[in-house]
């Protein structure tokens, strides 16, 4: 009768090498990410008040309270809303730039430098600028405009609510504007990364066939650019839906909540009001959406590897 083999200490660590090298990092998640994303969802489940001692369970009560409250609701909304239109607007501009700055130039590395300056430039910075160059005063905008004979007189881009275009307010569309400045430079490295995987013969050949420049973009280019576009779109909302940081530095959700959103939401309820038990709720609403957009990412890109 042959005799199994015991398998040796080198096919051994060869096995679990790779887990060993991996379990820092799932380690660090687990305690920055994971850990405090349970604790969290946790919270939401109690009537937790720093305020107060006892802090009894109360189920889904928080859930309701959140859900039948219509101040909520037009939060939820205004959140969906900007993190829908910040992604189509940042997403086309990054395109753009990124077909302009694939071509070859003397000055396209300038080009491309200059356009990495709202990436790299702080929230707080640009939030600050912006809210000066949008106010009603001493506005360069504000100006530009009235020398141009374009308005009679200033506008409050961050006051005026009663201005509405496409029914969004002036005021939304100004914060809604800056985002949009601010996210467009990480669509479009990732667009221009794209582009330059995508062989010169495949143009060649379209030209030889007569395809005239937007159908080699429809049959050349956007075949090559969609996994890339899912990727950015699918991040991009996911990370919109917990922006906080330019609406509240530019306007903190006003006026009349004209630019809240849920995040703001959150944060006055849990260091403002300390009811952390319906702030955790508001978290754990917002954790819902963005795992959709996951789940959603996920099964398109298990449905192009399988083409």
């Avoid at 309270?65 to 900007?82: C, E, H, K, Q, S």
């Avoid at 496409?166 to 939304?172: A, D, E, I, K, Q």
């Amino acid at each position: 009768m042959r005799q199994r083999r015991l398998p040796s200490t080198k096919m051994i660590i060869n096995k679990f090498f790779p887990y060993l090298m991996i379990a820092p990092t799932i380690l660090i998640l687990g305690i920055l990410i994971f850990y405090p994303l349970v604790v969290g969802i946790r919270l939401s489940f109690f009537d937790y008040n720093l305020m107060f001692p006892i802090r009894p369970f109360v189920g889904l009560k928080n859930y309701f309270l959140l859900l039948g409250d219509r101040r909520f609701i037009f939060l939820l909304w205004n959140t969906i809303l900007f993190a829908l239109l910040s992604v189509a607007f940042s997403t086309l501009l990054g395109l753009l730039i990124a077909l302009f700055l694939n071509r070859r130039s003397r000055v396209t590395g300038v080009y491309r430098a200059i356009s990495f300056i709202p990436w790299i430039t702080p929230s707080v910075v640009v939030s600050f600028v912006f809210a000066w160059i949008f106010n009603k005063s001493f506005s360069p905008v504000n100006s530009f405009l009235v020398r141009v004979s374009l308005i009679d007189e200033p506008v409050a881009f961050l006051g005026d609510f009663a201005v509405k275009f496409l029914g969004l307010s002036l005021p939304f569309w100004s914060v809604l504007a800056v985002r949009t400045w601010t996210q467009f430079p990480f669509k479009m490295v990732m667009f221009l990364a794209a582009l330059q995987t995508i062989p010169q013969d495949l143009y060649d050949a379209a030209k030889i066939d007569g395809a005239n420049k937007i159908q080699q973009f429809r049959f050349v280019t956007f075949p090559y650019i969609l996994p890339v576009a899912t990727l950015v779109i699918s991040l991009s909302l996911i990370w919109n839906l917990a922006l906080f940081d330019i609406n509240f530095l530019m306007t903190s959700g006003g006026p009349y909540d004209l630019t809240n959103v849920v995040p703001i939401f959150i944060y006055n309820e849990a260091f403002v009001h300390y009811r952390m038990g319906l702030a955790s709720a508001a978290g754990a609403i917002i954790l819902i959406f963005a795992s959709i957009i996951g789940l959603i990412y996920l099964r398109l890109m298990r449905r192009e590897v399988s083409l």
